[in-house]
């Protein structure tokens, strides 16, 4: 499978109307859909499995190489606490830029591009404490629930403690 590659401007749109607006590539792990702003995404590329670094945590599976840039690999559903997945030829890790540092996430499928309004966005209901922790938002996208990622959540704390 060809790695999908993203312009870094593909909105397309007048000023006012992304300065009001969101576009996010959406995702699914299990039942579950999440979002993260386009503008972060570099690529999207098959799972091929991932070298296994010591002292990390079960969210992290690894490094890759893209083009000789070593990318840490996250999973998804184990960093929301729902055990490590199980990667099959369908599975895709979306590379993202966080900050400086390249990062892939492993999820089960990309769904779709969304074009959401920032005033839809809502706050994470208080209950799940992984889910707060993990999550700049929600916003509701044809009647599907979409958890807004926070990338630096994510990806911290991947070294085991001491």
Request: net charge negative; aromatic share 4%; glycine share 10%.
């Amino acid at each position: 499978m060809e790695a999908l590659a993203f312009k870094d401007d593909i909105s397309g749109g007048s000023a006012a109307q992304t300065a009001n607006s969101l576009q996010l590539i959406a995702f699914s792990i299990g039942e579950q859909t999440y979002g993260v702003e386009i503008t972060t995404v570099r690529e999207i590329r098959a799972w091929n499995g991932a070298t296994p670094l010591p002292n990390t945590r079960e969210f992290v599976r690894g490094v890759i190489n893209l083009r000789g840039t070593i990318v840490p690999i996250f999973d998804l559903r184990a960093r929301f606490g729902e055990g490590q997945t199980s990667p099959t030829k369908n599975h895709v890790v979306v590379v993202m830029s966080v900050g400086e540092k390249w990062v892939g996430i492993l999820v089960d499928a990309v769904s779709d591009i969304l074009t959401v309004a920032k005033e839809d966005i809502h706050h994470v209901p208080e209950g799940n404490s992984i889910d707060t922790e993990l999550l700049n938002g929600i916003v509701t996208h044809d009647s599907r629930m979409v958890g807004l990622i926070d990338l630096h959540a994510v990806v911290s704390g991947a070294k085991m403690d001491g």
